[in-house]
């Protein structure tokens, strides 16, 4: 994606490169390393709806998200969109060009919110894995609980009912099962993105949502409220 590069000023889509941080000798920090902008890494602000990147271009880098959230959309070749993964602070996005040198991107990355991430290029992202054992292991980590979730949504695809993957991507949307405090509130995300996450129509998820409300599991006007009673929709058979 090209972004104008401006040394003083944030704007919206603008990547601002910032000197080397001292974080990359013995004592290098994984946090501090994806907070800060140095060689090889820059921060972008990317407003809500802007493209991160197109599905089918070069892959040259890899996103940290600091804040927001992105959403990942495949295109087929007959022309239909899938999303297939709505991503939040703390995860990665873009990895898979680590594996290729020349790879081109999967799918399509566009913010969902106000974003602020840190881009990496590929070849720096490979330098620091090499090197800074720490940085590794939080990688690692991130790659094994993304390789959990998409066994976890295949499952769901093939042996929950559509209410039940709703239920489910809702809750994880508020960060249910996650260290921390749960969100709760979550942002406004349309009810044609929950379908195409659930493999339904955007009718049935408008009834399951009302469904929902009325039994009192969330809230929903604009944004969502998501209540931990929503978990009994998941848990009961």
Known sequence: MGTKRIATHRGPGTEVPVMKPRNLGNNFDPASFL???????????????????????PADAVFYIQKGRLKLTVVSKRGKEATIALLGVGEFAGES???????????TAAA?????????????????????????????????????????????????SSEKRLARILLLLAQFGKDGKPEKVIPK??????????????????????RFRKMGFIEYNG?????????NVILHD
């Open 112 to 160: 969902i919110t106000d974003c602020e991430i840190l881009r990496i290029s590929r070849k720096d992202m490979v330098r620091v894995l090499h090197e800074q054992h720490a940085f590794s292991d939080v990688f690692v980590s991130f790659l094994l609980a993304r390789n959990a979730r998409i066994q976890e949504d295949l499952v769901d695809q093939l042996f929950n």
């Open 189 to 210: 995300i349309s009810q044609e993105t929950l379908a195409d996450m659930v493999g339904t129509t955007r009718s049935r998820v408008s009834f399951f949502m009302n």
């Open 97 to 107: 060009c680590i594996a290729s040198a020349q790879p081109l991107r999967q799918a």
């Open 35 to 57: 907070a800060t902008a140095g060689v090889g890494r820059t921060l972008v602000n990317l407003p809500k709806k802007q493209l991160l990147f197109s599905q089918g271009e």
């Open 223 to 231: 944004s969502i409220e998501i209540h931990s009673s929503l978990l």
